[in-house]
């Protein structure tokens, strides 16, 4: 690999004007923005150790909020910048270690993540320095410099991660070098490459119906604020992306709606904060470069607006299904198949559950950057350890698609009735079927019927927000927050065994923890149902109005096939569920 010297181009004069679009910068902000440059307080001896191999410090994105305070004519926070820059350049000997890169070097400088971002941020400075300071020719001409390196890295294949986030981020760094320095000769390379594997990314990673395939709401968001960017400024500089890319993005504005909810909240993993409002979180939609019919911006504003869209929407392939209804009612989000990529969780047919901007059922164990079944609202299975079918890791992502992790079997919606039925296989020769239902406004149902060959202990849990306190009599039990009845809960199924985690109850082996701000172990609220044997069955009904209700179970038998007719006796309404099999239907 050839490194060309940048060094004998002379940049951008100061009379002249970047007029190309601006990538990421100065629209977003990092996450790695410390309290100190946030709030205004110069570290004027900043001494960074470039030692460490922490991607937050590498990708110098510590660096954006000085930088946005110097486009703004700060020039002391400008200052503080280039001397930063100029010692991770002349200590990490970025160029010299690209030439042999292979991905035991993937780590501190010269790890790909980090210098995708690092060269998002050089191209960004590069802009400021030459509108803010324009005559300071040495500075400039070591940007180049080290643009030409970072492109020159970009390109390579071997580090190019052609199924992950991580790839994408490569991509858009690659967008951002060729259109800010024009004044050297691999800017058009750049351009072009970035844009051909950006249309890879959208046509290999993200589902037809728009779900990344990373399969978390927070990566839906991460991986769709990337494409917009790289769709906005291509478009912008005379480059525009395919129709189909286009409409794909579409398809992601609307699944990130649906996402968010009526509260706009989307769970995070478990290495960012707990949840992000997703109508925060992305800018410019109104802007983008869609042509009509635009479905998916159009459910994006109007959820975000307030405007509720009630209905079960089903997606066998992306991995996420949602049920929504009006504003003041449940919204339940189901994962319906798991997918052996990159930051996947342990979360087989799981689900969240919010009312409002309350939410009911959660996540638990947010403290960790790693979490277990147990930290999921899911049947677990003692002793047996989650082995989804695996796939080649080269294959792209829309090619690692397996039923056997998790199928849609059913599905259907009627008048006060939404529910979806789903199947997989991921613990060794267990078949496992759930069926998730809304019933009105107010109640959900989880059905799980697991079936062996062999005795196992089966194991059904559900978590709730911190710092809920859960109390159970029998079969029925309530969650309290705040003082107040969050929810009420029975299982149905009998000769099952019951436990709880709160504040007062610590099982290592069943709960969730959260490390509280005073660095205490706090377990995540948590019921937990658990039944032995060949088969192992859960029937759970949850409901959010603060009025007692009662059931009635009434089970019958044929030879090929059994049914379960539930009567459900709410404040306002009695319901009458019948379950068949894989299907629900509403008796009048």
Known sequence: MIVLSACGIEPHSPQERISAPTVFYPRYQSEQCNEQTRKGSLIVNFKPDWNQSSYDLHSLRFLDCLTKRGAKGDLKSLEIVKQVVLDWNAKNNFAQKTKKWSWKDNHGAHEEHGTAWRTIFISYLYRVVHQVTPNDREFLKKLQSMAQEHGTFLMGRKQYQFNHNHGLNQTMGLLALGLTFSKLPDHEKWIETGLQRAEEQM?????????????????????????????????????????????????????????????????????????????????????????????????????????????????????????????????????????????????????????????????????????????????????????????????????????????????????????????????????????????????????????????????????????????????????????????????????????????????????????????????????????????????????TDNREFTTQLQTRKSDNSSEKEITLRGSDKNYKILLRENSALLLK
């Open 203 to 543: 046509r290999d990673n993200v589902s037809e119906e728009g779900i990344h395939l990373e399969q978390s709401g927070f990566y839906q968001l991460y991986t769709l604020r990337t494409f917009m960017e790289i769709a906005n400024a291509a478009y912008h500089s005379g480059h525009p992306v395919s129709q189909s890319y286009m409409q794909k993005l579409d398809k992601m504005l609307g699944i990130a709606a649906l996402y968010a909810g009526n509260n706009g909240i989307v769970e995070t993993v478990p290495w960012h904060n707990h949840t992000i409002n997703a109508f925060d979180y992305l800018k410019d939609v109104k802007q983008l470069p869609l042509s009509p019919p635009t479905p998916g911006r159009d459910l994006y504003f109007k959820i975000k607006q307030g405007i509720s869209v009630p209905g079960l929407f089903v997606n066998p392939k992306g991995g996420y299904s949602f049920i929504r209804g009006e504003k003041n009612d449940l919204d339940i989000t189901i994962h319906n198949r798991f997918l052996n990529s990159p930051h996947f969780q342990p979360d087989p047919i799981g689900l969240t559950v919010n009312l409002g901007n309350q939410r009911i059922v959660t996540y638990g164990n947010y403290s960790s950057d790693t979490r277990l079944a147990k930290d999921f609202n899911v049947v677990q299975v003692k002793g047996l350890t989650i082995q989804p079918v695996k796939t080649q890791r080269y294959l792209p992502l829309n090619d690692r698609l397996n039923n056997q992790n998790g199928e849609i079997i059913s599905s259907g919606s009627h008048l006060n009735l939404d529910y979806i039925t789903v199947r997989n296989q991921i613990y060794p020769n267990i078949s496992h079927v759930r069926m998730v239902a809304r019933i009105s406004a107010h109640f959900v149902l989880v059905w799980d019927r697991l079936l062996s060959l062999e005795k196992h202990e089966y194991s059904q849990s559900f978590h709730f927000p911190v710092p809920g306190q859960i109390s159970v009599k029998g079969n029925q039990g309530e969650v309290i927050l705040n003082h107040q009845r969050l929810a009420q809960f029975l299982q149905l199924q009998s000769d099952i065994q019951t436990s709880i985690c709160s504040t007062e109850i610590h099982i290592d082996e069943l709960c969730s923890f959260e490390v509280s701000p005073n660095g205490r172990k706090v377990p995540t609220p948590e019921i937990n149902y658990r039944s032995v044997g060949k088969s192992g069955e859960f029937l759970w009904i949850l409901s």
